[in-house]
């Protein structure tokens, strides 16, 4: 299904971010937020932000002869967030982390509806930063992962 224009197809963080949202909302029973929600958290949740797009080096070339990146490279990352004294915190803390990385790296649960313009065919984990909010007595870990994705061919307007 071609987009409706160009820009469309450049807004990176709204799709993939979504895209990550569904994935380990559906899959994993996580709750989630991208980085532009504007919802009230509580732990236990997941945060998501897309950073760092650099072109990989493909190029789309249109009907005007005007070439387009059409591949791309990208940082994902995801902060899990539980609460350290609730009752079996440690194991819902790790059993989440397990989630995330095991439905991120699956790029089939990576699906055509959720990611209507790109294909994700990469993802690998690159790192974690685990910290500790004492005041909020909250268990965060930052999950990095190197991402792949391109603009699917038939997703350029015509």
């Not at 994993?28 to 991208?34: E, F, I, K």
């Not at 919802?39 to 005007?64: E, I, K």
């Not at 609460?83 to 819902?92: D, F, H, P, Q």
């Not at 991402?147 to 699917?152: E, Q």
Request: proline residues 3%.
């Amino acid at each position: 299904m071609p987009a409706a224009n160009i820009e469309t197809l450049y807004k990176f963080e709204d799709y993939l971010e979504a895209a990550v949202k569904t994935n380990l909302g559906t899959n994993g029973s996580l709750t989630v937020y991208r980085q532009r929600d504007r919802d009230s958290v509580a732990a236990p949740f997941c945060a998501v932000q897309l950073s760092g797009v650099t072109s990989a080096g493909n190029v789309h070339v249109d009907s005007s002869n005007v070439g387009w990146d059409s591949d791309f490279n990208a940082q994902l990352s995801v902060a899990v967030v539980t609460n350290r004294v609730k009752e079996g915190a440690s194991s819902t803390h790790a059993a989440t982390l397990g989630k995330v990385r095991r439905y991120l790296c699956d790029t089939t649960k990576w699906t055509d509806a959720a990611l209507p313009y790109h294909k994700v065919w990469s993802v690998t984990n690159s790192g974690s930063v685990p910290q500790v909010d004492e005041e909020n007595r909250l268990d965060i870990t930052t999950l990095s992962f190197a991402i792949k994705f391109l603009i699917r061919e038939d997703a350029w307007p015509t």
